[in-house]
């Protein structure tokens, strides 16, 4: 018993230092486009829901895209509902809505938009995943403690990859400005020479020195 209250404790703590649920609401202006941006890792399942307020005589779209411009999700007139889709490369991915009126529609009225996104673990059904492997509450809870600390790792490994490439980055800043440095010092050596010697041969051309 003891033990079982540890993991649920563990877990909820990992939960909530991990939070990863954006949900927001925002207002869309008639034949407006208003989009959400984000990086996300590679291979990390998003999952959102959306809602938008009735606005007679408009309709809206939702476009979900990554930086290629490979469109993920698309529903056109979309008032209400969910998707889904799995990363495939770290990227930036775009979550646009744009609201559209008929040609002499009149102006119209703004529309709340509600959305929330869940990304890696927050984004699975746990519920599903306990009914179709036959899985206990407590094993249940070590797999969601399981996932979680996949995930920490993940994140540290990825932070690790960065600051190595990074610091790669700055290395070889570091070498360029050195050896650009060395150059242009050669390259001033080198003209003050060529104009001590070139007013030298002025001067004995003019016989002011000999």
């Known amino acids: 018993m003891e033990f079982t209250k540890c993991v649920r404790h563990l877990t909820l703590f990992i939960a909530l230092y991990l939070s990863v649920v954006d949900a927001l609401m925002f207002h869309l202006s008639p034949n407006h486009k208003k989009c959400l941006k ?20 408009q309709t809206a779209s939702l476009k979900v895209t990554d930086s290629k411009g490979h469109v993920l999700y698309n529903k056109d007139e979309a008032s209400k509902g969910k998707f889904a889709f799995t990363t495939e490369e770290y990227d930036m991915f775009e979550i ?6 008929p040609q002499g529609g009149g102006h119209g ?6 959305i929330s996104v869940k990304r890696g673990v927050e984004a699975k059904n746990y519920g599903d995943i306990a009914k179709a492997e036959k ?5 249940v809870e070590l797999k ?16 690790r990859a ?30 003050a020479t060529w104009q001590v010697l070139y007013l030298r041969r002025y001067f004995k051309a003019k016989k002011l020195i000999e």
Request: aromatic share 10%; net charge negative; with cysteine.
């Open 38 to 57: 984000e990086e996300i890792h590679k291979d990390v399942l998003v999952t959102g829901e959306y809602e938008l307020s009735d606005a007679p005589g």
């Open 96 to 101: 646009c809505f744009e609201s559209r009126i």
């Open 109 to 114: 009225s703004d529309r709340e938009v509600t």
């Open 135 to 139: 899985l206990k509450p407590m094993e």
């Open 144 to 159: 969601k403690l399981e996932d979680l600390s996949e995930s920490i790792v993940n994140d540290f490994a990825y932070m």
């Open 162 to 191: 960065r600051e190595e490439e990074m610091r790669d980055t700055n290395e070889s800043t570091h070498s360029r400005v050195l050896y650009f440095s060395i150059f242009s010092m050669c390259c001033l050596f080198g003209l």
